[in-house]
């Protein structure tokens, strides 16, 4: 659907668009609003006003050219317009205009490209000074456009210049790169070279960035620079960088030349492949240089730098660590000669960085493997000292220079001292020669005891080793003392162990001898009856005597096991007792009472001493019984004459009651005292024992006086008698 009049009249006079009418002679006829603003019109009379009018002196000849060519092709000719005009403010305009005749009348349509035309006047300039052009590919249609500026640097035009066959060779090898930056939609970036008629060669550098959409490349924007001068500046740099790399040939090297105005660093190939840098890198800022120093080392770098710098005299040195291309850090030593200006500031510095590291490494090793040496020699369990064949201290350990310096008051770092009179005077008899014996080249081992300034005794192990030169001569003597005082001690451990274990061989046998002894004489006491009361005929009156044997039998036999039970059953025990609040003298006296008898069968004096406060304590009275009378068995069993007391008393002070059961029995060994509580453990031994029993009674004693929270100790002299005091607490 086409625009009426009316509409297309609107929108003429409102699009941006420059619209004009003109005769064939160039004057102007009809023009819309935005022409009219544009071209000025305002302020000129129309009727007579030409467009030639308009223009500037430059362009007016191009504008009549344009009018004769439009004449010339009739109806069908269209011609493009570029013009300038001053407005009245004394602005340059740029308007692009396209022509046509029709039937008479030349009809335009323009804009204003003054914006693109400054670019494109600063683009010019710019490619004339850096020597590039532009290009621009289209892939859908396979063209490719060169800008003027392109023409211009390649003088495609000039003849004079180049070969036409030079040209043509290289935009065909322009077109197969293309192609492949088409398929691998990457940069493409490559120079060329192209001889002249006089024989010369210049370089181009060409540039393309390919534009992308949806992984397919839209066009490819591009440039072509001369870049003869720095390639020829850089092929005389590698020549003379190539000099210098034979002249440093034989050392890990490279070379550098630094501004010091700009701080700007020009480092050599071979200084770039050192390090890592990028190789087409030639010009690096000394910042970027210092983040390469390993971290440890910039600080201490940069103020030897700081003060090398502004030090007099030309020359300069440095060292660090630089980072390499594989992330480690290598030693390097700096080198330099200072260019100076007339006020004797530094201005320029050319030097040589040496790769030391297989240098600074092997110090290192010596510094790290001495510093082991000495740390070996301070931390292990010797006293080592080395010795000249005088016998004079070369070394020692930090030790042994302590206990030198606190006794004789002699720093051996310091002092040359012969060793013989710094040492403990019980080494002194030997010392001779045992010295003189590794002076013959032999290893000598002795044993040293002596005593150190605390008062404890120390055992020593004393070796001298000879130390031979490279002459297979001996240069010094190593002595060193082990401490084997652990060892020693561990040896009479050892030795102890071997009597506790003889004696507890001793005390299995006694344990074995006691059990076999305590059931095998009732059970043979039974069984010697039981026969003769089978067998017996006569003598009736007999007969009760011997069942009185037997119960006698039945009841040492029941003891012995009711022993073995309760020993066996502490710990099931300690569960069910039965604490109750008892009186006791009672219970103290219910005891003394069954063994009455016993006491009266040997004419002991079997004495009872009450308290008349009447303490009372909190127990069971059942283990409290047991307890307290294997002691006054024991007592009357070990007491053959003399007396038997049992005594209790009331401690208020210490809210504690005492049992006291003494004797005037055999008494007990004092090595035997800390062994009495002990189970199974008697006096006497074996078969040919004095007296009977297990030897369990005051072990479980002690232990159900302890379950009572109370406490059992023991008093006694061979032949004089034996003291048990049971402690319990008093209900308060």
């Given at each position: ?350 030097g040589n960085l040496i790769d030391v590291h297989e240098r600074r490494v092997n110090e290192q090793l010596v510094a790290e493997n001495q510093s082991r040496l000495f740390a070996m020699i301070n931390n292990g369990f010797t006293y080592t000292i080395l010795l ?345």
């Amino acid at each position: 659907m086409s625009f009426n009049n009316t509409e297309f009249e609107f929108l003429i006079d409102k699009t941006l668009l420059l619209f004009i009418t003109l005769r064939e002679d160039g004057k102007i006829l009809k023009v819309n609003t935005h022409a009219q603003a544009i071209l000025g019109l305002e302020t000129h009379d129309q009727s007579t006003l030409y467009l030639q009018d308009l223009l500037v002196e430059a362009d007016k000849e191009t504008c009549e050219q344009l009018f004769n060519n439009l004449k010339n092709d009739g109806s069908a000719g269209l011609q493009n317009l570029r013009f300038n005009k001053f407005t009245e403010h004394q602005h340059l305009l740029t308007l692009k205009f396209n022509f046509v005749l029709q039937n008479d009348l030349i009809y335009g349509i323009g804009i204003d490209s003054t914006e693109e035309n400054e670019e494109h006047i600063a683009l010019h300039t710019l490619s004339k000074i850096t020597s590039t052009g532009a290009w621009h590919y289209n892939p859908e249609n396979d063209r490719i456009f060169f800008s003027r500026e392109f023409h211009e640097v390649l003088h495609i035009q000039n003849d004079n210049t180049f070969c036409k066959s030079e040209i043509k060779k290289a935009l065909e090898t322009m077109q197969l790169r293309i192609k492949e930056v088409v398929a691998s939609k990457e940069v493409l970036d490559y120079e060329q070279t192209i001889i002249t008629k006089d024989k010369k060669e210049r370089f181009y550098r060409v540039i393309g960035k390919p534009i992308l959409h949806k992984n397919q490349v839209l066009f490819i924007n591009g440039t072509v620079s001369d870049v003869t001068e720095r390639v020829l500046n850089l092929l005389q740099l590698k020549k003379n960088e190539e000099t210098k790399r034979l002249a440093l040939k034989g050392i890990r090297s490279g070379l550098f030349d630094h501004d010091l105005t700009t701080d700007l660093v020009f480092y050599s190939k071979e200084f770039r492949k050192m390090l890592g840098l990028p190789l087409n890198q030639e010009l690096v800022h000394e910042l970027q240089f210092r983040k390469m120093i390993h971290l440890d080392d910039v600080k201490e770098a940069m103020h030897r730098h700081t003060k090398a710098i502004q030090n007099d005299g030309h020359l300069y040195f440095n060292h660090f660590r630089l980072k390499q291309k594989d992330d480690r850090y290598r030693f390097y030593e700096v080198y330099g000669y200072r260019k100076k200006d007339e006020n004797g500031k530094s201005v320029r510095m050319i030097g040589n960085l040496i790769d030391v590291h297989e240098r600074r490494v092997n110090e290192q090793l010596v510094a790290e493997n001495q510093s082991r040496l000495f740390a070996m020699i301070n931390n292990g369990f010797t006293y080592t000292i080395l010795l000249d064949t005088e016998g004079r201290i070369l070394m020692a350990d930090k030790d042994t220079n302590t206990i030198i310096k606190r006794d004789y008051g002699i720093d051996t770092t310091n002092d040359l001292t012969h060793f013989i009179d710094v040492m403990p005077v019980n080494f002194k008899n030997s010392f001779a020669h045992e010295f003189n014996e590794v002076l013959k080249g032999k290893v000598v081992k002795k044993e040293i005891e002596r005593s150190t300034y605390k008062g404890s005794t120390q055992w020593l192990e004393s070796k001298y080793t000879p130390i031979f030169n490279s002459e297979d001569q001996i240069g010094s003597v190593l002595v060193s003392f082990h401490d084997i005082t652990e060892f020693k001690n561990a040896e009479i451990s050892i030795k102890q162990a071997h009597i506790k274990e003889q004696e507890l061989s001793d005390l299995k046998s006694n344990i074995l001898s006691n059990f076999s002894h305590e059931i095998r004489t009732p059970l043979n006491g039974i069984i010697t009856i039981i026969n003769l009361l089978l067998n017996q005929k006569e003598f009736p009156e007999d007969k009760q005597k011997l069942l009185q044997h037997l119960e006698e039998s039945k009841d040492r036999l029941l003891e012995t096991m009711d022993s073995l039970s309760r020993f066996s059953e502490i710990d099931t025990i300690r569960e069910f007792l039965q604490f109750k609040e008892i009186d006791l003298n009672y219970s103290v006296e219910t005891s003394y009472r069954e063994y009455k008898h016993l006491a009266k069968a040997k004419n002991l004096t079997y004495i009872l001493n009450l308290e008349e406060k009447c303490p009372r304590v909190r127990i069971d009275e059942t283990i409290f019984r047991i307890a307290l009378n294997n002691i006054i068995n024991n007592a009357i069993k070990y007491t053959n004459e003399g007396s038997v007391t049992v005594t209790i008393l009331k401690m208020d002070k210490v809210n504690f009651a005492k049992v006291i059961i003494t004797d005037t029995g055999i008494g007990i060994k004092n090595e035997n005292l800390e062994k009495i509580f002990d189970p199974f453990i008697q006096e006497s031994f074996g078969l040919n024992r004095q007296y009977e029993g297990t030897g369990i009674g005051l072990s479980l004693s002690k232990s159900y006086i302890e379950l009572l929270g109370g406490t059992i100790t023991v008093q006694s002299k061979r032949n004089k008698g034996t003291k048990f005091i049971i402690n319990l607490p008093l209900i308060i």
